[in-house]
C-alpha cells in the first residue's frame, strides 16, 4: 500500500490509465454518432428513404413543422428534402471541380517551379488561406462580393424573369461557390505538394535523361505518381466542403429554391440551402418542435454518413500510394 | 523553352497563373481587412463592453466576445490536450491490443472529418441530458445546453485531432535509440515517457496546442448554437467563477455573425473591426506553429504537417 503511494505510476498502471482514457476518446466519438441518430430516427420512421426524395415545398413543410402543435401528429413529420440534398451535391460538386484544376496547377508550381524564394511565400500564402475562419469569408462574401454581383453581374431582364419564384439578389450559388473553392483549395494544395515532394528525384532525372523536357517530366512522370495522392485529396476536400455551413448560411441566400440549370445564367444567382446551412438558419428549432428537431438531426446524420464514407474512400484510395512507400 | 510543344507552354503558363493567382486573391484579402482596421478598429472598442443598439455608434465594444474567445479556447484546450496527449502516448508507446489502438485512432480521424455543425447540434443535445444539466444554463428550470462549460467541451473535440496528430507524429519522430537508452539505465516504460519523451515532443505538443487554438478561435457554428445569443457575458447561478462558466455569452466569431447582414445587428463597421482582430489573431498563431515547428519542417518539409491536415 505504501509503496502504492510513494511510487504511483507502475508501468501496468500507466498503460491501464492510458488505455482508459483512449478508449473513452473512442466512446465518446460512437456515442456521438449513435446520438445523432438516435434523435434523427422519429422522421425517417414516418418518412422512410423518401425523405430523401422530391415532392411538394420543403418551405410548407418546414412551416407545418414548426407550427405543429404539442403532441405532433404524423403529418406534420412529412418532408421531402431533395431540395436541400440537391443544392448540397450542386455547391460541393462545383467548388471541388473549380479547386481540382487550381490545386493541381499550385501544387506543381510550388514544388517544381517557382523560384525558391516564391515557393516560400507560396507555403506561407497556402497555410494563411487555410487558416482563415469560414467567418470571415463569410463577411467578405456577403459585404464584397454579393453586392457586387447584385448590382453589376445580374441583369434586368434576370431578375425578372424569375419574378415569383426567386429574388436575385447577389446571394446564391456562384458567390457561395467561390468562396467555398478559395476555402477547400488550401487543404488541396498542401496534400498534393506533400505528395508530389515525396516523388523520389531519380524519377525526374531519369526522364530528363531520356530527354524530356521539364514539363513533359512532370506530366508523365511526377502528376502520374501522386495521382492516389490527388484523389485523396480531393474526396477530403469534399467532405470539407460538405460541412461548411456558416459561410454557406451567410452568403447562399437562406431559400428552399432548387437552382434550375435551365434558367440560362440566371441559375448562378440563384438562392439555395445545403444540409448544412439549413442546420445554421433553424438553430433556433433545436430542442423545441419534435418534428423539426428530428429533421435538423436528419440532416446532420446525413452529413455526418457522407463524411463518413468519404473518409473510407480515402482510405481505400491511399493504400496503393503505401505500396509505392510515396507518403499523401 | 523555344523548343517546347504548345500544351506544353500553355500549362507553364496556366501554373504561373494560378500560383500568382493565389498570392494575389490572399494579398488582397489581407490588404482589403487591413485598410477596413484602419478605418474602423480603435482600442476603444476592445475595451469597452457591447451595448444593444440600434445604429452603430452608440453599441459599444466587443470587449465580452473577445473573453468568451479566451474563456472558450482555455476550457477547449484544458479539455483536449490531456486527452489527445494521453492517446497518443498509449497508441504509439504501448499499442496493445493493435486493433484497438487502429479502432482509437479511426474514430479521432472521423471527429476530423466531423463538420462543426453537427458537433455542436450534438453537444446541445446532450447537455440538455439530466444527468449533464448541471453545466449548462437553464430557462424555467430546464437545461438549454448552451453555456461556456458546454460549448467549450465540444471545442476540445474539433481541438483534439490537430494536437493528437502533431503528438503522435513527434512520438513516431523519436529516433529508438533515446528510447534503448532509457530502457538501459533501467528506467520503466512510464519514467522514460516522463523524462525523456514527453520532454523532446514538446515543441510537437506546442505546434499541436497552436494549431488548436487556431481552430477554436475559428470555429463558429458550435459558438452561435452552443452559446445562445447573449451580447454580454451573464453569469448563471450563484457560485462565483462557476456562474460564469455555466452562463450565456459571445465569442468574437459569433459577434461578427450577429453583426453582419446576416445576423439580426446591421453594424457591418462592428463586424469589420471584429473580424481584423479575429485575421490578426490568427496571423499571430501561423507565425507561432511556424516557428514551434521549425525543426520538424527542415527535416520532412511537409505543408499539412503544420496545417493539422489528416
Known sequence: MLSRLLNPWTDHRAERTLGAVSLLVCLCVLFMIAFVAVRAWPTFEHNGLSWLGPGGSLKVQFETMLNAPTHTPASAYHLRAWPIIYGTLLITSLAVLLALPLAVLCAIFIVELAPVRLRRTMIRVVRLLASVPSVIWGLLGILVLVPFVGNHLITSSERTSLEGTAQLTGEGLAVAVVLLTLMISPIMIALICDALGAVPGAWREGAAALGVNRLRAIRAVTLRAVRPAIVAATVLATARALGEAIMISMVSGSNFFAPRPSDGVAFLFEPMRTLASTIVDFREGLGGAPALNSTLYACALLLLFSVCVLSVAAYLVKLPLRKYQARG | ?310
Open chain 2, 1 to 310: 523553352m523555344h523548343t517546347w510543344r504548345w500544351s506544353d507552354r500553355f500549362v507553364w503558363a496556366a501554373a504561373w497563373g494560378a500560383g500568382i493567382s493565389l498570392c494575389v486573391i490572399a494579398a488582397a484579402i489581407l490588404l482589403y481587412m487591413g485598410y477596413r482596421g484602419i478605418q474602423y478598429l480603435r482600442p476603444e472598442l476592445i475595451f469597452s463592453r457591447p451595448q444593444a443598439s440600434i445604429d452603430q455608434a452608440g453599441s459599444g465594444g466587443f470587449l465580452d466576445p473577445l473573453l468568451g474567445t479566451m474563456l472558450l479556447t482555455v476550457i477547449g484546450i484544458a479539455i483536449a490536450a490531456p486527452l489527445a496527449i494521453c492517446c497518443a502516448l498509449w497508441i504509439v508507446e504501448y499499442g496493445r491490443p493493435r486493433w484497438l489502438t487502429r479502432v482509437v485512432e479511426s474514430s479521432i480521424e472521423i471527429v476530423a472529418g466531423t463538420p462543426d455543425i453537427l458537433i455542436a447540434v450534438f453537444g446541445l443535445a446532450v447537455f440538455q441530458l439530466h444527468f449533464l444539466a448541471f453545466a449548462s444554463s437553464t430557462t424555467n428550470g430546464l437545461a438549454t445546453g448552451t453555456s461556456f462549460l458546454t460549448a467549450g467541451a465540444m471545442m476540445s473535440l474539433i481541438a483534439l485531432p490537430p494536437l493528437f496528430i502533431a503528438t503522435r507524429d513527434g512520438l513516431l519522430g523519436v529516433p529508438a535509440h533515446m528510447r534503448e537508452a532509457a530502457f538501459a539505465l533501467g528506467k520503466t516504460r512510464i519514467a522514460t515517457i516522463r523524462r525523456v519523451l514527453l520532454p523532446s515532443v514538446r515543441s510537437n505538443v506546442a505546434t499541436g496546442v497552436t494549431l488548436g487554438v487556431s481552430r477554436i478561435i475559428a470555429d463558429t457554428a458550435i459558438v452561435i448554437v452552443m452559446l445562445g445569443d447573449a451580447l454580454r457575458i451573464t453569469p448563471e447561478g450563484g457560485v462565483p467563477g462557476l456562474n460564469v462558466l455555466r452562463g450565456a455569452g459571445s465569442s468574437l466569431t459569433s459577434y461578427i455573425y450577429d453583426n453582419s447582414p446576416a445576423g439580426e445587428g446591421l453594424a457591418p463597421q462592428k463586424a469589420y473591426a471584429a473580424a481584423v482582430l479575429l485575421l490578426l489573431f490568427v496571423l499571430v498563431l501561423n507565425l507561432a506553429v511556424e516557428r514551434f515547428s521549425r525543426g520538424s519542417l527542415a527535416r520532412t518539409g511537409a505543408i499539412t504537417a503544420v496545417e493539422g491536415i489528416v
